[in-house]
């Protein structure tokens, strides 16, 4: 007899905790076609597909966020039709959305607990809500952080770790994660999948949404492909490899065969010397060449964004210089403005809050860093805009109606693009890229790592910070890691491997741990 798999059995035996039938979502077309899933407790589900294929659409029905045009759900058997999300969380079905649902000008803990503070003859008991606030934030491995700490002060990655806690806060029955480790290092990601280990020892139930196909096969048990809002596969996931689940996303096989070694890499086109801020960001010098793809590696809080919103002028730097080209005179940087006049341009990771006119149509959003080249005696040319656009959207396969469409109706991954074709619209000679392909599917990765390449064949610099270090390692020439807010090191292709960077990248906290009980047992001493 052969033997048996004692979790599959146990999953099969199992009632379904939640039963999709027909599921269908409409708005000005069809989003979300007959689909029919049942999740067990326990379980782990990894969703996955192309950006605009539905699965977010999916997940925000289950949630209670969206009401579904055809179709009907099942709790525990039960008739399940949240009227909001505040009705599903009670019932114990929470998800951890790409948006994060956090209010930046109030604290970690404020956040977490924001619906149950804790209180004391009357008052909020601050004592008892920070000690709630450092167990929970412990919990996804980040019990340091100062729970009074502001959450618009934290990077994007900390605050992806705060919403993934505050979810995690009392009955949780069914936990969606649309795509967790988006912002997310290496260190963290592991925390997040050890809790998820936990979780599924719980009896608790997950939807796991994600691009990154290598962390679904790690993961889960179950995968769920949709494809233009229908669902192509239903099945368990140690019977598909990679590539088979890419044909399956896509329709068709995207393959991504990279060489940056016929690349001519020129004089410097960037050079940045003594640009600091504070502890955030420590004097960095370094310079980009025209033709040359550097990487900024680093864990969260690294300082890698900071450094970029220097060079772009979007923060105030202490100290230090900026020179475009050859130029002998520093550039005057003091704001976005002046950044994108010397000739730089950079795609924020933050594509809501910074990167786009949300209610505002494609079109508007790609011209809107040149205006002029669409205008006519002062005017502008919609007709040209139009046009513009509609050579983007084809360009970068974004998924919409038409140009005219807003931008706030488009899948995270394609409003991403459009932030992209923008600064591709300005054809500034630097581009910094802070996180690029976050939110983006394999296929339409592939096509931004071939932008990359044709940009760095026009001569262009592109600096880029990115949390996924497979990713600098397939596209870069150089990569520079950043550890405790300066950089560690610098190394080029023929001398980087995984283990040195990542030891780079913890260099400097190494140290700061060193020196503090180099100190605290100095003071022992005396």
């Given at each position: 007899m052969q033997p048996t798999d004692s979790n599959s059995i146990s999953d099969a035996d199992r009632a379904p905790l939640l039963t999709l039938s027909g599921i269908g979502k409409t708005y000005a077309a069809p989003v979300l076609e007959g689909v029919n899933l049942a999740l067990r407790p326990g379980q782990v589900l990894a969703l996955t597909g192309e950006n605009g294929a539905g699965k977010s659409t999916l997940s925000k029905i289950v949630c209670g966020l969206v009401d579904p045009s055809t179709g009907s759900m099942q709790l525990d058997g039960q008739p399940y039709a949240p009227a909001s999300r505040t009705a599903a969380e009670a019932l114990g079905i929470r998800m951890v959305m790409q948006e994060l649902n956090l209010i930046p000008t109030l604290s970690i803990a404020e956040n977490l607990f924001l619906e149950k503070l804790p209180r004391r003859f009357g008052w909020i008991d601050r004592k008892q809500l920070a000690a709630d606030a450092r167990r929970q934030m412990e919990v996804v491995g980040l019990g340091e952080l100062d729970p009074w700490t502001p959450v618009g002060e934290l990077g994007l990655g900390h605050q992806q770790m705060v919403e993934i806690a505050r979810n995690l806060i009392g009955s949780c029955r069914c936990l969606i994660l649309d795509e967790p480790t988006a912002m997310l290092t290496s260190r963290e990601v592991e925390l997040l999948f050890a809790r998820i280990e936990r979780l599924r020892a719980e009896g608790v139930a997950i939807i796991y949404i994600s691009h990154r196909l290598e962390e679904l096969k790690r993961i889960a048990d179950r995968i769920v492909v949709l494809r233009d809002g229908k669902l192509v596969c239903d099945d368990d996931i140690k019977r598909y490899s990679t590539e088979q689940l890419v044909q399956l996303m896509a329709g068709e096989l995207t393959k991504v065969d990279l060489d940056p070694s016929h690349r001519k890499i020129g004089a410097p086109i960037l050079r940045v010397r003594g640009l600091g801020r504070g502890e955030v960001v420590q004097p960095a010098s370094f310079a980009l060449h025209a033709g040359e793809v550097l990487g900024i590696a680093g864990l969260i809080g690294a300082g890698r964004t900071e450094l970029l919103r220097l060079i772009f002028g979007a923060d105030h730097a202490d100290s230090g210089e900026v020179f475009i080209g050859d130029s002998t005179q520093p550039a005057r940087i003091r704001s976005p403005k002046d950044a994108v006049r010397a000739g730089i341009a950079m795609v924020t990771e933050d594509r809501k809050g910074q990167g786009l006119l949300l209610p505002q149509a494609i079109s508007v959003n790609t011209s809107l860093a040149d205006l002029g080249r669409v205008s006519r005696?002062?005017?502008?040319?919609?007709?040209?805009?139009?046009?513009?656009?509609?050579?983007?959207?084809?360009?970068?396969?974004?998924?919409?109606?038409?140009?005219?469409?807003?931008?706030?109706?488009?899948?995270?991954?394609?409003?991403?693009?459009?932030?992209?074709?923008?600064?591709?619209?300005?054809?500034?000679?630097?581009?910094?890229?802070?996180?690029?392909?976050?939110?983006?599917?394999?296929?339409?990765?592939?096509?931004?790592?071939?932008?990359?390449?044709?940009?760095?064949?026009?001569?262009?610099?592109?600096?880029?910070?990115?949390?996924?270090?497979?990713?600098?390692m397939q596209i870069c020439d150089r990569i520079a890691v950043m550890s405790a807010g300066r950089i560690a090191d610098t190394f080029s292709r023929e001398d980087w491997s995984q283990e040195r960077i990542l030891a780079a990248a913890f260099s400097g906290y190494v140290g700061r741990q060193e020196a503090a009980h180099a100190a605290q047992a100095a003071g022992n001493t005396a």
């Open positions: 005696a002062g005017v502008l040319d919609h007709a040209a805009e139009a046009d513009v656009a509609r050579d983007y959207v084809n360009k970068l396969r974004i998924r919409c109606g038409s140009a005219a469409q807003a931008a706030g109706e488009l899948s995270g991954g394609n409003q991403q693009k459009v932030v992209i074709a923008r600064w591709l619209y300005r054809d500034c000679p630097v581009m910094l890229f802070d996180e690029p392909t976050r939110g983006i599917d394999i296929g339409a990765k592939s096509d931004i790592y071939r932008l990359f390449a044709e940009l760095a064949g026009q001569g262009k610099g592109l600096l880029v910070v990115s949390s996924d270090l497979r990713e600098l």
